[in-house]
């Protein structure tokens, strides 16, 4: 009897014990169904793109050099020189209004490893272009920018604000200019640049300083992008004296607009002495250029179309060492539309000075790189 007992007391506790485990392992399949896989992206990869596993395919060593265990980190300072030109004929009539900014230096830093580099930059109180007697401006920008030799592609973030229109004839008494505080410019861009021949020349090596030229080289290349703008102010963009001149443009607050560009390019870097590199690279095109005259930025409105032409470049002049790299760059990007009723030419130049260093990259980031980035990237 106590043998029975005992029998029907171990099975009781088996059945218990088997439930109690069915139930955690049930509830544990219903947490993983519950995970957010994006959360976790060795998991996503695994999800969504099961065989995905990146090769590296390296470039000629005699011409280009890698770092892929160090971490590239830089500061730059920059003098603009930023325009934007409305006009209802060309930039000498009268009633065109010549914004321009009270920006003056900009002060920027960029961290960049293996592929992936991010950067941001902001306004210094002095400088060439700082203009007492304009309104006040405010400028940052952010990127973030994928650079794998053959392709590299760049999200930008642009917010400027506080312009001045320096045209004296429009200007109100008692100053000279007529300051718009309240004007911003927005700008979000995506683009991408393709390196046929990227196994010898290097585009990235003296913009990104993620690879060095070793041997002078020259290429072709090709960029597209989609780009949106917004200018907006509180009030008209043109003021009362001038709007006699234009159009339907006299009550427009805002123009807003995106571009879509395809744009054939060549660059080419020339190293002297070894160490000393003179680059550049140049992208002309004509952008499409799909936008909107609204007089709020709730207001819906109809969209039309137009051509811009737009010339994009930049050079630099510099030293790189296995570890140190420094150099001069200059970059341009002039626009320039005639759209309805009016034409628009703005221009933003930056010219300045960028000083950085190689470190051995420090264990977290290799491994929160390699945990976050795909297989073999």
């Known amino acids: 009897m106590i043998k029975f007992r005992l029998f029907i007391f171990v099975g009781l506790s088996f059945v218990e014990v088997v439930t109690l485990q ?17 959360l976790h992206p060795e998991k996503f990869y695994k999800k969504f793109f099961p065989g995905l596993r ?24 920059l003098s603009p020189s930023i325009r934007f030109n409305i006009s209802p004929g060309n930039s000498n009539t009268p009633g065109a209004s010549r914004f321009r900014t009270n920006v003056a230096d900009i002060v920027g830093f960029n961290v960049g490893y293996r592929l992936v580099s991010a950067g941001f930059s902001f306004l210094l109180k002095s400088g060439i ?21 053959i392709y590299s592609f760049q ?5 400027l604000k506080g312009l001045t229109d320096v045209n004296p004839s429009n200007s109100l008494a008692p100053g000279p200019y007529r300051e718009r505080p309240d004007i911003v410019n927005k700008e979000y861009k995506f683009e991408g640049i393709y390196n046929p021949s990227w196994k010898k020349y290097s585009f990235i090596a003296p913009f990104t300083f993620t ?8 290429g072709f290349l090709f960029k597209a992008g989609v780009y949106y703008a917004q200018l907006s102010g509180d009030s008209a963009l043109v003021g009362r004296n001038q709007q006699h001149y234009y159009n339907d443009f006299n009550n427009v607050n805002v123009i807003r607009a995106v571009s879509i560009r395809l744009a054939p390019g060549a660059g080419g870097n020339f190293v002297f002495h070894k160490h000393y590199y003179l680059s550049g690279a140049f992208f002309p095109s004509y952008d499409l250029y799909l936008y909107k005259y609204l007089s709020s930025l709730s207001e819906k409105a109809n969209g039309k179309q137009a051509f811009a032409f737009v010339l994009d470049g930049k050079a630099s002049l510099g030293y790189q060492s296995q570890r140190f790299y420094t150099g001069l760059r200059y970059e341009v990007e002039r626009r320039h539309a005639s759209l309805q009723s009016i034409q628009t030419n703005n221009v933003y130049s930056y010219l ?6 190689r470190f051995n990259a420090p264990g977290f980031i290799k491994k929160g790189y390699k945990e976050t980035m795909p297989p073999g990237m």
């Open 22 to 38: 069915h139930h955690v392992f049930a509830q544990k399949e219903k947490e993983k169904k519950k995970e957010n896989v994006f």
């Open 54 to 77: 990146l090769k590296p395919n390296p470039p000629d060593s005699l011409y280009i050099k890698t770092y892929p265990n160090r971490l590239s980190v830089s500061v730059h300072l």
């Open 129 to 149: 272009e700082a203009h007492d007697n304009y309104a006040k401006s405010n400028y940052h920008t952010a990127t973030i920018k994928y650079n794998s030799g």
């Open 155 to 159: 999200f930008m973030y642009l917010n």
């Open 211 to 218: 690879q060095r030229q070793l041997k002078s080289r020259f």
């Open 352 to 357: 300045g000075l960028e000083i950085g260093y």
